[in-house]
């Protein structure tokens, strides 16, 4: 059963997906086609009656889809009417731990250094957002609900807060494979065990207050250990060790 104080959070969550879905279908019917700006966050809002933060989250999922992307001081702007073609990097055989180890060493490449940038250059709003990634992943723990594209939706909120849109197109290229649970259980995380998700939830705290404090080398720490870590734990996952 989910507490009281987490049916606001799984209340917006529900949101979120639904405003995500509604903007998926208009993008890939061609009412709004590739090129064009999708309507201003308040435009959105105010029709869909929903907060900003609703609106922030439901354009993440599309962004972490590949279907829009962030234009500073221009808007959101239409890429793809479906997910974007794999290059390749996304063709990963769960059943291969070299596969998806070789995927997170990518990933610890650029991600440490994602979370130095982020640490310099978030603006408060995004220090704000990655606070919230954590929160709902959270919420979703305590509820033994899927926290995979929650968890997605953190790492590239922190890619966000570089303010390099490279570091979002790296990990929109590499796809479901971002987070390797995924891969592994596709069904959902739910069965995956609750100390496994708790030890990344943990992680996810000391990377986020690293960022917020602006602490870089603290940052460039944080991320490092969440994905060598990851790497050790995919491993006893996948062998149920």
């Known amino acids: 059963m989910v507490e009281a104080d987490e049916k606001p959070v799984r209340r917006r969550i ?12 208009i993008i890939q019917s061609g009412h709004i ?7 201003t966050e308040a435009a959105l809002t105010s029709q869909y009656q929903v907060s ?4 922030r989250e439901a354009i993440a999922s599309l962004r972490s889809d590949g279907l829009v992307e962030s234009r500073q001081g221009a808007g959101v702007f239409v890429l793809s009417a479906g997910m974007p073609d794999s290059l390749g990097l996304t063709n990963i055989d769960p059943s291969r731990i070299s596969s998806v180890i070789e995927m997170l060493e990518i990933r610890t490449a650029i991600e440490v250094e994602a979370a ?7 603006s408060p709003a995004q ?9 709902v992943i959270e919420a979703l723990i305590k509820s033994g609900s899927a926290t995979t594209e929650a968890d ?12 390099n849109a490279r570091f979002r197109e790296f990990l929109t290229m590499l796809g479901s494979s971002v987070i390797p649970r995924r891969a592994l259980q596709n069904t959902g995380d739910e069965q995956a065990p609750a100390d496994y998700l708790n030890q990344i939830q943990a992680e996810h705290r000391q990377i986020a207050k690293a960022i917020s404090i602006q602490d870089e080398t603290a ?4 991320m490092r250990r969440h994905l060598k870590g990851g790497q050790a734990r995919y491993r ?3 062998r149920g060790t």
């Open 14 to 25: 529900n949101r979120v997906s639904e405003i995500s879905e509604r903007l998926r279908r």
């Open 33 to 39: 086609a590739v090129g064009q700006k999708l309507p």
């Open 52 to 55: 900003r933060t609703v609106v």
């Open 116 to 122: 130095a940038l982020a640490s310099q250059r978030r």
């Open 127 to 135: 220090d704000e957002a990655i606070y919230e990634g954590c929160e």
């Open 152 to 163: 997605l939706a953190f790492h590239f909120a922190i890619a966000d807060a570089t303010n």
């Open 219 to 222: 940052a460039r720490d944080a």
């Open 236 to 238: 006893r996952l996948l």
